[in-house]
């Protein structure tokens, strides 16, 4: 289906699941940390990671309430951590492990567009909209991530996880764009694939919630609190 944006001066979207695919980012990473905490460890602890991460190791797909859906990079850190002392590791020997294996996912080799983001950027702010991005993930990553795909010019404004706001489902990313941007929450449209970001979207009081089926969360998992669901952001219409 498709959606206008009758009313709509700011359009924020989520990154990964949204703008950028979700399993060629995340779930590799999952992967990866699994083995090398295997080779600092000596025995694996896949099983109770896989699980705090929310990560299906026999689909490789990554479930809506999980850790990967929507948790900043250094609170999965934290939460990994948690993970090896409850596997009978002292702390000081995790800390030890995390120090050496811990890593982020390569935010431009792992980049996938889940559409022709130029070109859907461009249509929206040629259309005197303004265009922002609220993600998970931290500032130094999506800055590079974004600029691989000559998207640096195309956004307004950027809020990330280690920005110093309250995070996903907490209004104040919303809030912190409209205030950069100048536009009013009840003139802003939030497009997410998680629950978390359709509640930030409820809880700053936005105009809309439009949830996109391109990422961790289902039909199921998003109608309940979207004013829309979307196949794909290429499905917006400016009017």
């Keep these: ?53 929310g990560y299906d190791a026999a689909t490789g797909v990554v479930r809506p309430g999980g850790g990967l859906a929507a948790t900043p990079m250094a609170r999965l850190r934290e939460r990994t951590h948690e993970v090896l002392v409850h596997e009978g590791i002292s702390d000081e020997d995790a800390e030890r492990v995390l120090a050496a294996t811990w890593h982020a996912p390569d935010p431009v080799g792992l980049a996938r567009p889940l559409a022709d983001l130029p070109a859907v950027f461009a249509r929206l702010r040629g259309s005197g909209r303004c265009v922002a991005i609220a993600t998970s993930d931290d500032r130094e990553p999506t800055e590079r991530t974004l600029a691989a795909f000559g998207l640096t010019g195309s956004i307004d404004a950027i809020a990330c996880a280690d920005d110093g706001i309250p995070v996903k489902p907490a209004p104040d990313m919303v809030l912190s764009l409209c205030a950069d941007t100048g536009v009013a929450p009840a003139r802003t449209a939030v497009v997410g694939d998680s629950a978390a970001d359709l509640l930030m979207a409820r809880a700053a009081g936005a105009g809309l919630a439009i949830g996109v089926l391109t990422g961790v969360g289902g039909r199921a998992d998003l109608a309940p609190h979207a004013d829309h669901l979307i196949d794909s952001i290429d499905e917006l219409l400016v009017g």
Aim: net charge negative; hydrophobic share 55%.
């Design 1 to 53: 289906m498709t959606v206008r944006l009758d009313g709509i001066d700011l359009v924020i979207f989520d990154k990964d699941g949204t703008i950028i695919e979700f399993g060629s980012m995340w779930s590799g990473w999952a992967v990866a940390i699994a083995d090398a905490l295997l080779v600092a460890v000596g025995r694996s602890v896949d099983g109770p990671l896989f699980e705090m991460l």
